[in-house]
């Protein structure tokens, strides 16, 4: 049986410039391949079924463009750098049997020492996870590293988005558990009952306006 070696093909990006960070797993396996399609964008979160740049192009009316291209990278880059965010996914590499984009999927991960890039970049002061605890989510492996560190995250909020914060290194961390920006994690959104009352109120509105309205507060 054939194992496909999934390696994060981006670095991290813009940690001494962020007091917030951005934190997922990897991007899509074709995003390691290269195989891209005319859609994505060569760069963190560029999946052309991916929801986060649409959300914070949705929030900032931002104009992005959707495309294989040059510029659209650069005003992804552009939009981070402005407003103090990074990007620090926390998965390295992982292995899949079957080659899809699922977290549930990955075996033997890797993870990058999320750890050491805090006490590099002190300005940091807020971690935001695409994805909530769930097996093999960014939050997920956040905790297996904070353990590692005898790291207790304490509760802010218990509801979604799920906030925590811990004391390390002289400072506070906040960290926040965001509704995961994939299709995959429409029918969770669709089943909460705010998105339902909302829904109810505006046939129009979608899970996508949902997301807005959850990530604004934090970007």
């Not at 989510?137 to 914060?165: C, T």
Request: with cysteine; glycine share 6%; aromatic share 10%.
């Amino acid at each position: 049986m054939s194992v496909f070696l999934h390696t994060h093909p981006y670095e991290p990006y813009n940690l001494e410039g962020a007091t917030k960070i951005i934190v997922g797993t990897l991007p899509p396996p074709r995003f390691t391949t290269g195989d891209l399609n005319d859609k994505d964008v060569d760069f963190c979160y560029g999946s052309s079924n991916g929801q986060l740049w649409p959300i914070l192009d949705k929030i900032f009316n931002l104009g992005l463009v959707y495309e294989n291209t040059h510029h659209a990278i650069e005003q992804r880059k552009h939009f981070l750098l402005s407003r103090k965010i990074g990007v620090c996914d926390i998965v390295a590499s992982s292995e899949r049997i079957k080659i899809d984009a699922s977290d549930i999927g990955m075996q033997n991960v890797q993870l990058r020492d999320i750890f050491g890039y805090l006490a590099k970049h002190p300005n940091i002061d807020t971690l935001l996870f695409t994805g909530g605890n769930s097996k093999n989510g960014p939050e997920y492996f956040f905790r297996r590293k904070a353990k590692e560190q005898n790291i207790k995250l304490d509760i802010i909020s218990n509801e979604v988005p799920r906030i925590h914060s811990f004391a390390w290194a002289g400072r506070t961390i906040k960290t926040v558990s965001l509704t995961a920006p994939s299709g995959a994690a429409n029918r969770a959104v669709g089943s909460l009952a705010l998105y339902k009352k909302l829904k109810n109120e505006n046939p129009a509105f979608t899970t996508i306006d949902f997301r807005v309205l959850q990530y604004t507060p934090f970007f």
